[in-house]
C-alpha cells in the first residue's frame, strides 16, 4: 500500500493531477487489471474486411515524402503531426503555406528535438502551431523520457504512422518505414493514445491515468488479426513482453532489422531461440550497436558458436550517402528500423527503439499481425537490405 500512495505521489509530482485521472474514464474501455496473468485489449473488433495499408520503405522502395506532400497539396481543414524530431526546412514551408490558407496544422514535438523550431519561430512569422512536449527536459541526456510518436493526420481521414522522423535526410539515406491508410478503425485506436498527448501528457505520467493499458487494440477479419499495442508498458504488461512472448513462442526462424538493441531480456530470448536451432538473421546499425549500452557490443560473441545466427551490421549503407549533399563527412547512415518476422508468419514493427526506454518510458506504438500482405512486403524489403549488406 505504500508503494502504491509514494508511485502515485511521484506520478502526481511529476505533473500528472487529479484533474487529469479520468481522461479515459469512457464507458467502452477496458478496465485493467494487473492482477491478471494476461490483459485484454482496450478495443476488440471483426473488421468485414481487412485492412488497406499503403507501405513505404526509404531506399529502394516508394518515397514516403512524394506521397506525403501529394496529400497535404489536397488537405482541406487540418494537418495534426506527432513527432519526435522534425528538421525539413521544405516541408515546414508547405505547412506553413497550408496554415496561410486558414487549414488548422499543429505539430507536436519533443522539446529535446526542438533546436530546429526553436530558432525558427522566434525568427518567422508563421501560423503553424508547435507544442513542445517534456518541456522540464532540456536536453536528451537528462530526459526520463520522450514523446516518439511518428504519426501525421490529414483531415481527420489519412493516417501515417511508422518509423520515419520528418528530418530531411531520413528520407534519401536511412532505411525506415512509414504506413499509409484511410482506415478510420486504426486512426480511431491510435487518437485513444494520442488523445493523451494533446492534453500534454506524455511518457510514464500516463501510468496514473484511469485504465491505462499499453494493449491498444486488437483486430480480426476471418483468420488475419492486427494488434497495436504502446508505450510505457508496466512490469511484464508490455509490447517488450509481448515481444518476448513472440520469441520464445517461434518454431523456424527470426529476421530482426534494429536500429538500436539494448534490451537484455529481448537479447536473451534471441539467445534462447538460437539454442533451439531457428534460423536467425539480425541486421543492426553499427553507429548504435558500438555505443556502451548496446546489448550487441559486449555478447556478438556469445553468438558465435551458433551456425544458425547471422549477426550484419549496416556499413555498406554509407556507399548510398551523398556527402556532397549532406555536407557532414562524419554522417552515418541509420538503419531506423525496429521490426522481426517471426516464422515468416508474424510481422512485429514499431516506432521504438528494442530499449527499456523505448518499451517502459516513451510514447510508441507497436502493430503486430499476420496479414499476408504486410507480411509480403517487410519480407521482401528485409532481403533487399540483406543482400545489400551481406
Keep these: 500500500m505504500l508503494r502504491t500512495f509514494l508511485i502515485l505521489a511521484l506520478l502526481f509530482a511529476l505533473g500528472v493531477g487529479a484533474s487529469n485521472s479520468n481522461l479515459l474514464n469512457v464507458s467502452d474501455l477496458q478496465s485493467v487489471n494487473y492482477n491478471e496473468e494476461k490483459i485484454k485489449p482496450i478495443s476488440h473488433k471483426t473488421l468485414e474486411e481487412l485492412i488497406d495499408f499503403d507501405v513505404f520503405f526509404n531506399i529502394g522502395g516508394k518515397s514516403f515524402y512524394n506521397s506525403l506532400l501529394s496529400d497535404l497539396d489536397s488537405a482541406t481543414h487540418s494537418v495534426e503531426i506527432f513527432v519526435y524530431s522534425f528538421n525539413d526546412p521544405g516541408l515546414f514551408f508547405e505547412l506553413h503555406k497550408l496554415a496561410e490558407k486558414g487549414i488548422d496544422v499543429k505539430i507536436y514535438t519533443d522539446n529535446v528535438k526542438q533546436t530546429f523550431f526553436g530558432p525558427v519561430l522566434a525568427k518567422f512569422d508563421t501560423k503553424v502551431q508547435v507544442e513542445f512536449l517534456n518541456t522540464q527536459f532540456k536536453n536528451l541526456e537528462y530526459a526520463a523520457y520522450s514523446m516518439h510518436h511518428k504519426v501525421v493526420i490529414i483531415d481527420n481521414k489519412i493516417t501515417y504512422w511508422g518509423s520515419n522522423n520528418l528530418t530531411w535526410f531520413q528520407d534519401d539515406f536511412d532505411p525506415g518505414f512509414m504506413l499509409r491508410t484511410l482506415d478510420k478503425n486504426f486512426l480511431d485506436v491510435l487518437n485513444i493514445d494520442l488523445d493523451i498527448i494533446r492534453h500534454g501528457i506524455s511518457g510514464y505520467k500516463k501510468l496514473a491515468l484511469k485504465n491505462y493499458n499499453p494493449f491498444v487494440a486488437k483486430f480480426d477479419s476471418g483468420n488475419t488479426f492486427y494488434e497495436l499495442w ?30 538500436y538493441l539494448t534490451d537484455r531480456d529481448v537479447l536473451h530470448s534471441l539467445l534462447d531461440a538460437a539454442e533451439r536451432g531457428l534460423a536467425i538473421r539480425i541486421l543492426l546499425d553499427d553507429f548504435a550497436s558500438k555505443t556502451d549500452d548496446s546489448a550487441i557490443k559486449y555478447n556478438t560473441t556469445l553468438f558465435d558458436k551458433f551456425s544458425n545466427v547471422e549477426i550484419i551490421f549496416d556499413s555498406k549503407n554509407q556507399d548510398l550517402v551523398d556527402f556532397d549533399q549532406v555536407g557532414d563527412p562524419n554522417f552515418n547512415s541509420f538503419l531506423h528500423f525496429h521490426t522481426l518476422i517471426i516464422d515468416s508468419n508474424i510481422l512485429f514493427t514499431a516506432s521504438n527503439n528494442f530499449s527499456r526506454r523505448g518499451f517502459f518510458f516513451n510514447d510508441e506504438f507497436a502493430l503486430i499481425t499476420n496479414e499476408q500482405s504486410l507480411l509480403n512486403e517487410f519480407s521482401q524489403y528485409f532481403e533487399l537490405l540483406y543482400k545489400r549488406l551481406h
Excluded: V
Aim: net charge positive.
Design 230 to 259: 504502446r508505450s510505457p508498458g508496466y512490469k511484464q504488461f508490455s509490447m517488450r513482453d509481448k515481444l518476448i512472448e513472440l520469441i520464445n513462442n517461434s518454431t523456424n526462424s527470426i529476421d530482426l532489422m534494429a536500429w
